[in-house]
């Protein structure tokens, strides 16, 4: 869908999401690739994220005025003068801002009630910021209470099925139902949706999804202990 076309709250929350997508894993799954793009000896750098969930380390449009709102320009000069994590949360900080812009430059044209509900939709996602500096709450993973998770079972995933424990599913089904609406994936920081499959990491806790991890349902249920990239990561530091 071409971008003069957005019309709906749906449409410009969709190209929103899918935007947002893009940065979060620019900033977390993806960080050390981002990180090496954002070369100080470059010219002005922008961080883009695009409506096919895809991200881009780029130079600014070169038209005047630009078809769209910019992101922030020049965010690598102050990668080797900050601490690192300090750097990618101001990246972040104005990934957020540019994701507002566009996504009102899109909405210029609806009226009050139509804004404020895809404000509203917007809110209901963690923010870049939120996700690349691990402040959501960690309310958002289910416990092992709920029947979704059991650290000690070979079934640690959560697929819109009963989990490894019938009766404790069936028993808190509602409250499971409501903390599940509240996960986010750690590497994309899309919300929780039973049709997907989902995987825990049991040495951080974060929830993931299937395909952003590249963990199938069968291949999970061979892992007894499962790290996330990050965790492995750090393991090999």
Partial sequence: MASSSLRTVEEIFKDYNARRSALVRALTYDVDDFYSQCDPDKENLCLYGHPNEAWEVALPAEEV?????????????ARDGMNKKDWLSLVA????????????????????NERKRLFSMMNDLPTVFEVVTGQKPLKDKPTVESGSKSRNSTKRSIDGQPGSNPKLADESYEDDQEEQGDTFCGSCGGGYNS?????GCDNCERWYHGKCVKITPAKAEMIKVYKCPSCQKKARQ
């Fill in 65 to 77: 005025p630009s078809e769209l709102p910019e992101p922030a320009l020049g965010i690598n000069f």
């Fill in 93 to 112: 900080v104005h990934s957020d801002c540019w994701l507002l812009s566009v996504a009102f430059y899109f909405g210029a044209r609806l009226n009050h």
């Fill in 195 to 199: 049709d997907e499959f989902w995987i």
